[in-house]
Nanobody, 112 residues
Framework: QVQLVESGGGLVQPGGSLRLSCVGTGIIFGITTMAWYRQAPEKQRELVAA???????NYADPVKGRFTISRDNAKNTVYLQMNSLKPEDSAVYYCKAGSRFWGQGTQVTVSS
């Protein structure tokens, strides 16, 4: 049974930082592309960043230069380091493994 568990969300002021983590079980983590998505209220879920099995990242334009995705295959974990956060980054952030498996999400709120 595949399980993805996100953590690290919370409330942060504009300009602040957060680090999200996602631990995956039940998958062969090292050969799985991992990604972070987010969904704000009344908006569609959108890709934030992805990292392939070789460690190559790609980012959505709104987060380029501010967010960094990384992975530690030995720990079955993917990370999203978020810096210079803006109110428009507020959303539920979801971890995705491959094309099918989603985590339950973690709330990120950027507000003063």
């Amino acid at each position: 049974q595949v399980q993805l568990v996100e953590s690290g969300g919370g409330l942060v002021q504009p300009g602040g930082s957060l680090r999200l983590s996602c631990v995956g079980t039940g998958i062969i983590f090292g050969i799985t592309t991992m990604a972070w998505y987010r969904q704000a209220p009344e908006k569609q879920r959108e890709l934030v960043a992805a990292i392939n099995t070789g460690g190559m990242p790609n980012y959505a334009d709104p987060v380029k230069g501010r967010f960094t995705i990384s992975r530690d295959n030995a720990k079955n974990t993917v990370y999203l380091q978020m810096n210079s956060l803006k109110p428009e980054d507020s959303a539920v952030y979801y971890c995705k493994a491959g094309s099918r498996f989603w985590g339950q999400g973690t709330q990120v709120t950027v507000s003063s």
